[in-house]
């Protein structure tokens, strides 16, 4: 059978989740180099419509595995239905997007596949005939190049953002019906309603200046610094996880996978490393300022201007100098 | 409940890094502290340890020197440990690395086994998933919330973007834990003597290899990565830093 890449897209609740045309760009890159075809499979039950949107991608066959278990998530019948549907087509390659969804269910799917996954790649290299999926390491500090052992179906997941769902390229596909194959005992997890815990007072995705704050601003008290600072730019103050975790700042006020995905003109991060899970949610920001101590840090990577240095000097003095330059 | 609880010994976070000669991995010589989401695991398990009895106890695989994370777990209350204990742990996969671990676990016969969502360093987010593949038993992800249920587990579970889930789930599982579930505890004096005399078993390399096959993915390189974006650095005493990086701000990028 000719080798075949397979985008397994998400939906939740009947709505598409958009990430997945990210992972049908990945593949189509991936594509014009090894000359695999690109197919794509919807998993749940009832979601022929979706499937007509991913079928106006350049792709080769859209299949909508269906069945009444698939309705509302659940690793187990997930598993059993992908474990089936990837055996009988045996593509070379199968890509995810890098979701909550796909981190609960991808490493089980793999081993029962008796095969490996690749989790969170940033991207990819084809060299000399041989696949390459590169991912951060040591939160980032480092990237790997990583192969797989072996024969296919290789599985790999890539990280929100690694590529862009607007640039998949437009076709038009054939949809193909399935019905998923469903296992005879129940799911042993019972899902319940997907909520929010309250309604967000502060809408970070609609602030033109965010000030976050990391680790680095070390007690509590020391909020005041970055709030100073924020209110000379006119901004919101924002944290990363830990921040919030210590419970100095609320949830809500937390940029990152877990928290809000934000991109305003200005973004200042204050003692912030820049982990892969805060800079999903802030890299789309217009211009990144970046204070730290260590000059390795991951965030000077992506930030326009950078800092070494003590945050405890710098930002009072900068928040000085800006109320100077308004004022001016 | 008798609760397993996998933890792992990381580089510290601003442990400056090496390369090693080959450019294939870290070079040893650094501070390694415990991965944080695994700190967050053993609290939950003493935490439900101390509600509803029972034992908790901490598992690692790796070098001599991962013994330092299971003695602190045995000062903060863990009852035993077990210490999978061979350089090679460290070049193991995701898979190979669970199925060490549940060969060493398997008899126990635990109720719940606790580990944090992922790692600092691989950040593969694998390992409990595969654990409960390989002990053929239900899990759940990202975790930040337990409450325990005449069935079994009422969860939590975190999704993206502020949203949460309940989920109910029979025992025995596993769960990978989200950082932020609860307050960290700090080991006690009384604590850290009384850890020196709880039992600490070693699992030898021999003992689990049957258990292994090939790692079926492998680092080929490791390297700082390519900067995406020429970053301006700005560098001297804190007035005229403050001085060019407003200049920026207001000339280049036109935010003030």
């Known amino acids: 059978m000719a080798d075949t890449i397979l985008v397994v897209a998400e939906q939740r609740e009947g709505k598409l989740n958009r990430v997945s045309l990210e992972t049908i760009a990945g593949a189509q890159a991936i594509s014009k180099e090894t000359g695999w075809p690109v197919e794509v499979v919807l998993a749940g039950s009832d979601i022929g419509s979706l499937a007509q949107e991913l079928a106006a991608k350049a792709v080769a066959r859209v299949s909508v595995l269906e069945a009444p278990a698939l309705t509302t998530y659940t690793s187990d019948a997930y598993v059993f239905a992908l474990k089936q549907f990837i055996q009988e087509k045996q593509p070379k390659l199968v890509l995810f997007p890098h979701t909550y969804q796909v981190r609960d269910f991808a490493p089980r799917l793999a081993l029962a596949l008796d095969r490996s996954l690749i989790s969170d790649a940033v991207g990819y290299k084809y060299e000399n005939g041989r696949l390459l999926f590169t991912r951060q390491m040591f939160q980032g500090k480092f990237a790997a190049d990583v192969s797989f052992a072996g024969d296919g179906p290789w599985l790999a997941t890539f990280q929100i953002g690694a590529f862009r769902g607007d640039q998949a390229e437009a076709g038009s596909a054939p949809v193909e019906n399935v019905t998923a194959a469903v296992s005879e005992g129940s799911p042993r997890v019972t899902p319940h309603e997907v909520f929010q815990e309250a309604k967000q007072a502060v809408d970070l995705s609609q602030s033109e200046v965010i000030v976050a704050v990391g680790r680095g601003i070390k007690e509590q008290k020391n909020l005041a610094l970055a709030e100073e600072l924020a209110k000379a730019l006119g901004g919101e103050v924002a944290a990363s996880r830990p921040i919030c975790d210590n419970g100095w700042l609320p949830l809500e006020r937390q940029i990152g996978s877990s928290g809000q995905t934000v991109a305003p003109k200005l973004y200042v991060a204050l003692g912030i490393s820049g982990a892969i899970q805060h800079l999903v949610g802030m890299k789309g920001s217009r211009t990144i300022v970046a204070i730290n101590k260590d000059p390795e840090a991951p965030i000077f990577e992506i930030a326009d201007v950078g800092v070494v240095g003590n945050l405890f000097d710098v930002v009072p003095a900068l928040t000085e100098e800006i109320k100077k330059a308004k004022s001016a | ?256």
């Not at chain 2, 078993?201 to 258990?211: F, H, I, T």
């Open chain 2, 1 to 256: 409940m008798k609760i397993l609880v996998c933890i792992k010994q990381v580089p510290q976070k601003d442990a400056p890094l090496k390369l090693n000669e080959s450019g294939t991995w870290i070079r040893e010589d650094v501070s390694y502290e415990v991965n944080e989401p695994d700190a967050y695991a053993l609290e939950e398990a003493l935490r439900q340890k101390e509600k509803h009895g029972g034992e908790v106890v901490v598992i690692t695989a790796g070098p001599v020197r991962a013994q330092q994370v299971l003695r602190e777990a045995l000062a903060k209350g863990a009852d035993r440990a077990i210490h999978l204990e061979d350089d090679k742990f460290v070049q193991l996969d995701s898979t190979n690395t669970a199925r060490a671990i549940a060969a060493a676990a398997a008899e126990e016969n635990f109720d719940l086994i606790v580990t944090g969502l992922q790692s600092d360093d691989f950040g593969a987010a694998q390992t409990g998933v595969l654990l409960a593949e390989i002990l053929g038993l239900p899990h759940a992800t990202i975790i930040i919330g337990i409450e325990k249920t005449d069935s079994g587990l009422r969860l939590k579970r975190e999704l993206e973007a502020g949203h949460y889930q309940f989920i109910d789930l029979p025992t025995p599982a596993v769960l990978t834990i989200q950082s932020g579930i609860n307050k960290l505890r700090y080991a006690s004096l009384i604590g850290i003597k009384q850890a020196k005399n709880k039992p600490l078993r070693k699992v030898a390399w021999a003992e689990v290899e049957p258990k292994l096959s090939k790692n079926l993915q492998q680092i080929e390189r490791l390297y700082v990565p390519v900067k995406q974006k020429k970053t301006e650095m700005i560098e001297g005493p804190a007035a005229e830093v403050a001085r060019k990086v407003t200049e920026y701000l207001k000339n280049t990028a036109r935010v003030i």
